[in-house]
């Protein structure tokens, strides 16, 4: 192996290990509060809060227990839901700001 391959290999390995040292910072940072923000939640709700927590997916999956796949499918449901909400709120400003103008 060339000294240039192996150095491409080695910081490949090391940006891998970071990543997980900063996953792992963040569920002990939250552990202490975990139980408390994810009780009486449903599955979905417990989901988002990890997810705009910043956890990566297949942590979120092991933390509600399930799967990464329905993490990712729930994540992708999440946010088409606040895509149609932002949408709601613009359409209605719209509506309210031209009926003001009508007045």
Known sequence: MKENDLEKEMIERLDVL????????????????????????????Q???????GFPKDVIALIVNTTPETVSVRISEIKKKREKKKKGKKRRSIVGKNTKRDT
Do not use: C, F, G
């Open 18 to 45: 970071s990543a997980k040292i900063d996953t792992l910072i963040q569920v002990i940072a939250v552990s202490p509060k975990m139980e408390t923000i994810l009780k009486n939640k449903t599955k979905t709700q």
């Open 47 to 53: 989901i988002e809060i990890l997810s705009d927590l």
